[in-house]
């Protein structure tokens, strides 16, 4: 961890804090690609590559599209469940299933709590789209301040905000990948795109 490291999460905690404070979602989301974008290009912690800067001209987002937002309450009948991955920097990183989001028309996501120090929750999707990152994308990681909110057991869930993980940019990076319980049948056509020149 580093004092830039720390930075650079403070204006992601901003950003999302700023996000949920918009009356319509699709400002809200037009907000959030203008300042990933801004992070990405000027901030020393950037996951961009040093090569990758120069020409770097945006994130590939899809257009908003409102259909894709779920405000849905966590299904906490689902037996509990333990999956931990191994990063470099954080060694074996432990999560237990809390619940079940249902996605109307698209299928389930797991819900997760991150079990190390600060815990939070955590909710990656994987999809079927040709141009989405292969280990998945992350919705929610509220320890890195990546929330769009909810209230009394629901969870906001807009899939126009699903991003790529700092791996997919950098091999530097090691990142929780979608498990089973994570993935969709449906390609999805929303959110942070891939390729990789992206």
């Avoid at 000027?42 to 405000?71: I, K, N, Q």
Wanted: hydrophobic content about 35%; charged content about 20%; some cysteine.
């Amino acid at each position: 961890m580093s004092l830039t490291l720390l930075d650079w999460r403070r204006q992601v905690h901003r950003l999302y804090a700023d996000v949920r404070a918009c009356a319509d979602p699709a400002d809200g989301h037009e907000l959030w690609r203008a300042g990933r974008d801004r992070l990405f290009a000027e901030h020393s912690d950037s996951p961009l590559l040093p090569e990758d800067r120069a020409t770097f001209r945006g994130l590939p987002l899809a257009p908003y599209d409102p259909a894709l937002r779920f405000d849905v309450e966590v299904d906490t009948s689902e037996p509990p469940l333990a999956w931990s991955t191994e990063t470099d920097g954080d060694g074996v990183v432990p999560f237990s299933r809390i619940g079940v989001a249902h996605l109307p028309g698209l299928g389930s996501l797991d819900v997760w709590w991150l079990e190390s120090y600060g815990g939070g929750i955590f909710v990656p999707v994987r999809d079927a789209a040709p141009d989405t990152y292969g280990g998945g994308r992350y919705l929610l990681d509220t320890v890195k301040g990546a929330d769009l909110g909810g209230e009394g057991g629901r969870l906001v869930l807009d899939l126009n905000f699903a991003y790529n993980p700092s791996c997919a940019y950098s091999p530097a990076w090691t990142c929780p990948l979608a498990p089973a319980g994570n993935t969709l049948a449906a390609p999805l056509p929303c959110g942070e795109r891939y390729t990789p020149e992206s």
